[in-house]
Nanobody, 124 residues
Framework: QVQLVESGGGLVQAGGSLRLSCAAS????????MGWFRQAPGTEREFVAF????????AYADSVKGRFTISKDNARNTVYLQMNSLKPEDTAVFYC?????????????????WGQGTQVTVSS
């Protein structure tokens, strides 16, 4: 199993920045990809970004391209999401997830393990 713990959420004004962290533990050698998703009240969980654990290839949702950057530190088994130019519509609970399989990477059902989530609130 893989355990994931997110941190770094909080309240920020529009235009500000936050950096989320996700620390993985357990069978981290089995991870193929790490992803970030978010879910606002009354909406479905949506893809934000992913990074391949070994090669480092990344992908982003169109809504965050150019503003968010996903990165990793394999030595620390940690994935980061740097969020800049935040907008009120970015307000959501952000979840870190790990996938053990090769899939598209943009669908929540493709991920095997999830963190507990961290709240990000952007005020206007």
């Amino acid at each position: 199993q893989v355990q994931l713990v997110e941190s770094g959420g909080g309240l920020v004004q529009a235009g500000g920045s936050l950096r989320l962290s996700c620390a993985a533990s357990g069978r981290t050698f089995s991870i193929y990809r790490m992803g970030w998703f978010r879910q606002a009240p009354g909406t479905e969980r949506e893809f934000v970004a992913f990074i391949n654990w070994s090669g480092g290839s990344t992908a982003y949702a169109d809504s965050v391209k150019g503003r968010f950057t996903i990165s990793k530190d394999n030595a620390r088994n940690t994935v980061y999401l740097q969020m800049n130019s935040l907008k009120p519509e970015d307000t959501a609970v952000f979840y870190c997830a790990s996938s053990l399989r090769i899939r598209s990477g943009t669908r929540a059902y493709e991920y095997d393990y999830w963190g507990q989530g961290t709240q990000v609130t952007v005020s206007s």
